[in-house]
């Protein structure tokens, strides 16, 4: 079976720093391309980011409202994707999910629980 | 960048009745759309990808026919675990979603 446990979110001031981090079991984690997308409470869903596997280049892409203030790295050896926020703002509350692209196309089957980023006003 | 149009945003229905989504690319795509169900507190739930492939363990209650621009997502008995919000997908863009209610 395959998981993906998020952990990291929680309340940060604006301007603040936050590490995400999303463990992944069940599928081979060094071939996988993995992704970060958002949920803004009562509002839909947003594409964050994604990280293809080093054997494919390892290329990152952002959305561009995270696009130099987000930084998406993996640490193959511990199966884990990280997502590093920095210079937090009000709209950036959302609930976190990772999630695995399944065949490049951006389409996801297996998601983390989603963790909750609170960046008040 | 491409942009997906969803309608409606909300629909009101009965437990049996058949439900269709539409969701408009702001240029073709082909036939990657992905659609995915969204209900509180939970993960997202990946239905359809590829327009129209039926993921494994959904209901085949559950379908997705289009190409091009205009893509849709039908429910042809509508059941009570199926109240929910409903998002199409391609590439970096998700629609703005469809809830979708009892009457």
């Known amino acids: 079976e395959v998981q993906l446990v998020e952990s990291g979110g929680g309340l940060v001031e604006p301007g603040g720093s936050l590490r995400l981090s999303c463990t992944v079991s069940g599928l081979t984690f060094r071939d996988a391309w993995m992704m970060w997308v958002r949920q803004v409470p009562g509002k839909g869903l947003e594409w964050v980011g994604r990280i293809k596997s080093k054997a494919s280049g390892g290329t990152i892409e952002y959305a561009a409202p995270v696009e130099g203030r987000f930084i998406i790295s993996r640490d193959d050896s511990k199966n884990t994707v990280y997502l590093q926020m920095n210079s937090l703002k009000t709209e950036d509350t959302a609930v976190y999910y990772c999630?695995?692209?399944?065949?490049?196309?951006?389409?996801?089957?297996?998601w983390g629980q989603g963790t909750l980023v609170a960046v008040p006003s | 960048d491409i942009q997906l149009t969803q309608s409606p945003s909300f629909l009101s229905a009965s437990v049996g009745d058949r439900v269709t989504i539409t969701c408009r690319a702001s240029q073709g795509i082909s036939t990657f759309l992905a659609w995915y169900q969204l209900k509180p507190g939970k993960a997202p739930k990946l239905l359809i990808y590829g327009a129209s492939t039926l993921q494994s363990g959904v209901p085949s209650r559950f379908s997705g026919s289009g190409s091009g621009t205009e893509f849709t997502l039908t429910i042809s008995s509508l059941q009570p675990e199926d109240f929910a919000s409903y998002y199409c997908q391609q590439s970096r863009a998700f629609g703005q979603g469809t809830k979708v209610e009892i009457k």
């Open positions: 999630c695995h692209d399944m065949n490049s196309y951006f389409e996801a089957v297996h």
